[in-house]
């Protein structure tokens, strides 16, 4: 009788062990998810790209080849550098002076293109047509002598 009622209690806690647990484990499933966010939010943004001129990668000049432009992280801003049709080299900030879109380059047309409200700029940055209020930030853009293209902040 004695050990009938052992044997009649084990799964019971068992049961109750695995209940425990369960609760448990939903408990620091909802702390994780709730506490996520917050440090999240808390934490700073990292940086998008090394501070300073950036050197384009082959992946990313064999894109401006193809593409006749790129766009590429410079000191954490995203810079399209593109390629006129006399194989000149410009860089612009790629986010549009209007809300932020990301700018594109036309190559047929030789302009910049923003395609949330038809902004348009030249090959200097200035606004053709669109809504934009100002031109785009200009950045340098140099081929060095051993082929590789430098993209820096211009010094005002
Ligand atoms: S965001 Fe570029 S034209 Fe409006």
């Not at 594109?104 to 606004?127: E, I, K, M």
Request: net charge positive.
């Amino acid at each position: 009788m004695e050990e009938q009622t052992l044997t009649t209690s084990h799964p019971k806690k068992s049961r109750r062990d695995f209940l425990d647990l369960l609760v448990g484990a939903s408990f620091l499933g909802w702390l994780v998810t709730m506490a996520y966010p917050i440090i999240r939010y808390l934490k700073p943004l990292p940086q998008t790209g090394a501070s300073g001129p950036t050197h384009l990668t082959r992946d990313e000049s064999s894109k401006l080849e193809q593409n006749k432009f790129v766009i590429v992280p410079v000191s954490g801003q995203r810079v399209i550098v593109l390629q006129a049709p006399d194989q000149q080299l410009f860089a612009f900030s790629a986010k549009c002076t209007h809300e932020g879109c990301t700018i594109t380059y036309q190559p047929a047309q030789s302009v910049l293109w923003c395609p949330c409200h038809d902004g348009r700029f030249d090959l200097n940055g200035r606004v053709l047509s669109g809504p934009p209020p100002q031109a785009l930030a200009k950045y340098d853009a140099r081929r060095q002598p051993d082929g590789s293209i430098v993209i820096s902040e211009q010094k005002a």
